[in-house]
C-alpha cells in the first residue's frame, strides 16, 4: 500500500515540479519522471489484483485512470515536443 501510494503521490508532484522549471526540455525531462511512476502504479495494480490482494474489480477504474493519464502525458509531450 505504502508503494502504491509513493507511486501515485509522485505523478503530480513531478508534473508540478516540472511546471516550475522554465524551459521545455525540462518540463519534458519532469513529465518522463511521471510517466515512470504511472507505469510503476499500473504495475502495482496489476500485481496487486493477480496476488489477490484484491479484485480485478476493484482495481478497474484505477487503471481506467492510468490509461486516460497515459494518453493525456502522449498528448503533452507531442505538444510539447513540437515547440522544442
Known amino acids: ?39 510503476e502504479l499500473d ?4 500485481l496487486s489484483a493477480e496476488l489477490n490482494f484484491c479484485s480485478e474489480t476493484d482495481v478497474q477504474p484505477a487503471l481506467n485512470i492510468v490509461n486516460q493519464l497515459r494518453k493525456m502525458f502522449n498528448v503533452l509531450r507531442r505538444k510539447l515536443d513540437a515547440r522544442h
Open 1 to 39: 500500500i505504502a508503494q502504491v501510494r509513493r507511486a501515485a503521490i509522485s505523478i503530480p508532484s513531478n508534473i508540478a515540479e516540472g511546471q516550475a522549471r522554465h524551459t521545455t526540455g525540462e518540463i519534458i525531462q519532469f513529465i518522463s519522471h511521471a510517466e515512470g511512476s504511472l507505469s
Open 43 to 46: 504495475t502495482q495494480l496489476i
